[in-house]
């Protein structure tokens, strides 16, 4: 077997809770009619690495109480160009128009997903990556200091096609959601689900922030992505930007702020409408 290359990981989010699950499938465009067809914007939530869409449920009740249609599909988690075009695919699927949220590594698949797509009016950024054509990942991770995760806190686990990554047990909590109870991480780190290594390095392609506005959620105590790369990525993507006292896990630990920030999104290109 040939070593692990040493390199930094930064593509996670902490985004799974023990029970509501709620994802959408893939479906053909004429099976796909439904959440779409009201007055107010489909909703899809995209979540990051380590993770899966159950991170959402919080945000997802707050949401859907308020009578926006809601869909998290899966992200594959096998690298930026497959997740990107498996993301795309959906929403084709999705009736009208679209406010198209991700946390960390999905705001990475979102910003290459959406480019191009007429119907996703907004995007929102929660803790996440929104990156410029040409950067990846790991570049992202390391133009700022202040993320506690490199390659000494992971397992790499191989796969058909490479090798996978998961955070340590030991680790979990700091990096990701140290606002939250560690019962909760607990759970959190036995379900995480990983992502693909070589994803560090796929460069991201045209950005969709460049032609549609754009919200971003900072979280100030972030150990995974700094705040300070954050607030530089919302300010480049031109991004209306709101901070709050939260850890990685913002749409966990804060889903009333997080939901509030898409709503606001929501909100405000339902006006053009």
Do not use: C
């Amino acid at each position: 077997m040939s070593e692990l290359p040493r390199r930094t990981v930064l593509a996670g989010s902490a985004a799974v809770v023990a029970a509501g699950v709620l994802t959408a499938t893939t479906a053909a465009p004429a099976a796909a009619a439904g959440p779409g067809t009201g007055t107010k914007p489909t909703v899809v939530l995209v979540h990051g690495a380590f993770a899966d869409a159950s991170g959402w449920t919080e945000v997802i009740r707050r949401l859907t109480r308020d009578g926006y249609p809601v869909l998290a599909p899966p992200n594959p988690l096998r690298g930026v160009a497959s997740d990107s075009a498996y993301l795309a695919s959906f929403l084709t699927t999705v009736p009208g128009p679209i406010v198209l949220a991700g946390h960390s590594y999905g705001g990475f698949v979102l910003t290459n997903a959406a480019t191009g797509n007429v119907d996703v009016k907004a995007l929102v950024y929660v803790a996440a990556f929104a990156p410029d054509a040409g950067e990846t990942v790991q570049g992202l991770q390391t133009r700022f200091p202040g993320t506690k995760l490199d390659e000494t806190q992971l397992d790499f686990r191989p796969h058909a096609g490479g090798y996978d990554g998961y955070v340590k047990a030991a680790s979990f909590r700091e990096i990701f959601a140290a606002d939250l109870p560690k019962a909760t991480t607990d759970v959190l780190w036995a379900t995480q689900r990983p992502g693909d290594t070589h994803t560090l390095g796929e460069p991201s392609g045209a950005p969709a922030w460049r032609d549609i506005p754009s919200w971003y959620l900072v979280a100030r105590d972030d150990n995974l992505i700094p705040a300070a790369a954050q607030r530089f990525m919302a300010t480049r993507a031109r991004a209306r930007a709101v901070e709050i006292r939260a850890s990685h896990a913002a749409l966990i630990s804060q889903p009333r702020a997080t939901a509030d920030v898409i709503a606001l999104a929501a909100r405000t290109v339902s006006k053009g409408f």
